[in-house]
């Protein structure tokens, strides 16, 4: 079945420095990817759509600038958190849709955390 | 997205029916329902999704109300790693991105 690889699942950096979150979709191709924050024993929250060959659209209140996708291929997107704070510490899942299967499948999600 | 609402947990006996409510009044016409689940830690799982008619699939049923406001997951025989938070969607088809609510926090028992 479809399959959307996220790597690291784990990382944990320090304050200030970046740190880039990988989203494969393994079996298909995806012109489009989304990536989303859940905070603990919260819901997932929607920060931007990543468009391949374009720049990405980000959800209201989210800096384009701390959070850099770049959606370079059709197969690989990828978010880099820059200069990062305690604050940013979240679960980062990434979704993508295989044209040929129903609903759409999500990574495995990345657990940051910024110390 | 329409919005939804759904309770905040729910128990359900090991081996028993396990039914999740979903109210989504506002729902439009062109607008689809879709259930996910999320297993501690992991990324969502697409689990099914309707328009009007009931769909049923290896991993569940949906019952969807005639004027459409309502709908119901059924796990026809729940497991422990049926344990999970249930999130209930709605959305255009072709409509990429998925705003999520707060769901519901399944806890099957033994």
């Known amino acids: 079945g479809a399959v959307v690889s996220q790597h690291p699942s784990r990382v944990i950096c320090k304050s200030g420095t970046s740190v880039k979150i990988e989203c494969r979709s393994l079996d298909f191709q995806a012109t489009t990817m989304f990536w989303y924050r859940q905070f603990p024993k919260q819901s997932l929250m929607l920060m931007a759509t990543?468009?391949?060959?374009?720049?990405?659209?980000?959800e209201q209140g989210v800096e384009k600038d701390k959070f850099l996708i770049n959606h370079a291929s059709l197969t690989l997107s990828t978010l880099t958190v820059t200069s990062a704070h305690p604050e940013d510490s979240s679960f980062y899942i990434c979704s993508a849709r295989d044209p040929s299967r129903y609903g759409y499948t999500f990574g495995s999600g990345t657990r940051l955390t910024v110390v | 997205d329409a919005k939804t609402t759904q309770p905040t947990s729910m128990d359900c006996a090991e081996g028993r029916a396990a039914n999740l409510p979903c109210n989504h009044s506002t729902i439009s016409g062109n607008e689809y329902v879709y259930w996910y689940r999320q297993i501690h830690s992991q990324g969502p799982q697409y689990i099914i999704h309707?328009?009007?008619n009931n769909e049923t699939n290896e991993m569940a049923s949906l019952i969807i109300t005639e004027d459409r406001k309502s709908s119901t997951l059924i796990l026809p025989h729940a497991t422990l790693r049926d344990t999970a938070v249930y999130y209930c969607i709605v959305r255009v088809e072709s409509a990429g991105k998925s705003t999520f609510g707060d769901g519901t926090t399944l806890t099957v028992k033994p």
């Open positions: 309707g328009l009007k």
């Open positions: 990543s468009n391949e060959g374009s720049k990405a659209t980000y």
